[in-house]
């Protein structure tokens, strides 16, 4: 029997579920272990089910539980979590790495309305892990909401701002609002010393896509190669406004980046748009959800993804060693 509880970091399992097994297995790969699979597949009639394997024991272990919680249809990536969590009941520690954690409708904007942020911040904080760990949250406020469960947040977005810089970009542009005060810390990182060029944005949120009903960007254009850094991506649309107006603006070359990367109904259309009328250089992610086949058929040179397994590699091995991440960690 193993008593070892994880001290000297051998006594740690890498286990997930159906939602990025390639990036799992890469993680895994770098910090020599076999990930264990919980099979997740739901019931012929739809209903939950979950599986460990028979010969697998978490028994006086620290189990490193690894998801990625998309859109998928409400609530189910959270289930599978809240499932596979209590498979893992046995291990000594078990630790939530969150490679993408969705929380869009964060905000209260119409009476009646229950921020997605809230329930699923108390559905995590029930399965009582030993520290909860992000990776670009929407608001990085939100790790408040997880008190008291140890939590911590990393930033893949410094991956982005290292690709820019062997990119040459020269300048930034945000998005929205919330991208605008992004752009000033990730001036801070790229040292373009270039003034950014500043957004803004309105959404009617009571429509079911919340449709933007005003967007500006303000500024000079500086440079030929300007960046719009974003901490997400899903339906493309406010990107899509964005680089329309940095071309009436002047710009030549236009290059998004953004840690998430997890399309909704017209994304693809939009980024096909952008390519085919030349007006979006190249789109940047990160592999924190998985990416279908349809968007790496643009090939690298126009949507290039960022592999991010040497990073969550890194933080999972001071999780299990009991050392400090702080040197991993970016108020970005």
Request: glycine share 6%.
């Amino acid at each position: 029997m193993n008593n070892n509880n994880g001290q000297n970091g051998n006594g740690f399992e890498i286990v997930s579920g159906r939602t990025n097994p390639e990036l799992v297995t890469k993680i895994a790969r770098n910090l020599g272990k076999k990930p264990i699979f919980i099979d997740t597949k739901p019931w012929g009639n739809g209903y939950p089910r979950c599986v460990r394997p028979d010969d697998v024991t978490f028994l006086h272990k620290k189990v490193l539980l690894i998801t990625s919680l998309k859109y998928d249809g409400i609530g189910s990536p959270v289930e599978e979590l809240e499932l596979m969590a209590d498979a893992c009941a046995s291990a000594s520690e078990i630790h939530l790495i969150l490679t993408w954690f969705c929380t869009k409708d964060d905000v209260s904007h119409n009476p009646g309305h229950v921020p997605t942020i809230t329930w699923i911040a108390r559905r995590l904080v029930n399965l009582k892990p030993k520290s909860v760990n992000f990776f670009d949250l929407h608001q990085s406020s939100h790790v408040e909401f997880f008190y008291p469960i140890r939590r911590r947040r990393f930033y893949f977005l410094r991956l982005l701002i290292e690709d820019a810089c062997q990119t040459g970009i020269g300048q930034i542009a945000a998005t929205d609002d919330g991208s605008t005060k992004r752009a000033r810390k990730v001036e801070q990182f790229l040292r373009t010393g270039k003034p950014y060029i500043i957004a803004t944005k309105e959404h009617d949120h009571k429509s079911e896509n919340s449709q933007v009903n005003f967007h500006q960007l303000y500024g000079e254009i500086l440079s030929d190669k300007i960046c719009l850094f974003d901490d997400m991506a899903l339906s493309l649309n406010t990107i899509k406004k964005a680089v329309i107006s940095l071309k009436k603006m002047g710009a030549k070359e236009i290059y998004a980046a953004t840690p998430h990367f997890d399309p909704t109904s017209g994304a693809y259309a939009n980024l096909k748009e952008l390519f085919d009328k030349g007006l979006l250089t190249r789109f940047t992610t990160t592999n924190s959800n998985a990416i279908e086949q349809k968007y790496l058929d643009f090939g690298p040179d126009k949507f290039k993804v960022l592999d991010v397994s040497g990073f969550v590699s890194d933080v999972i091995k001071s999780i299990t060693h009991g050392e400090s991440t702080s040197v991993y960690f970016d108020d970005i």
